[in-house]
């Protein structure tokens, strides 16, 4: 499959070939976007979307949104969107 968006056809483009071409990040690199409740509750964290992915499982929803109640975060967001494949109850994200 060609690459997505024109960025990764750069990247592609760059690599001599039209594979998208990923690049390994540490876990360190990833802790940026790590959710801290209490930064959240003494206003640290100013935040206003967050995505999660790899949700799996018909209660993944449910689940997910439990899981924020139990943060104490339940009353922190006004909107949560789980795309879903069409015509079947499938999560697509």
Aim: charged share 30%; hydrophobic share 40%.
């Amino acid at each position: 499959a060609a690459p997505a968006t024109a960025a990764d056809r750069a990247i592609a483009a760059e690599a001599g070939g039209s594979k998208l071409v990923r690049t390994k990040i540490s876990n360190k690199d990833f802790s940026k976007f790590d959710i801290f409740p209490e930064r959240i509750e003494r206003g640290e964290d100013t935040r206003t979307t967050v995505m999660v992915r790899n949700l799996l499982g018909t209660s993944a929803r449910k689940d997910f949104l439990l899981f924020l109640d139990s943060c104490g975060l339940g009353d922190r967001y006004t909107f949560f969107y789980m795309p879903c494949k069409e015509h079947r109850d499938v999560r697509a994200g």
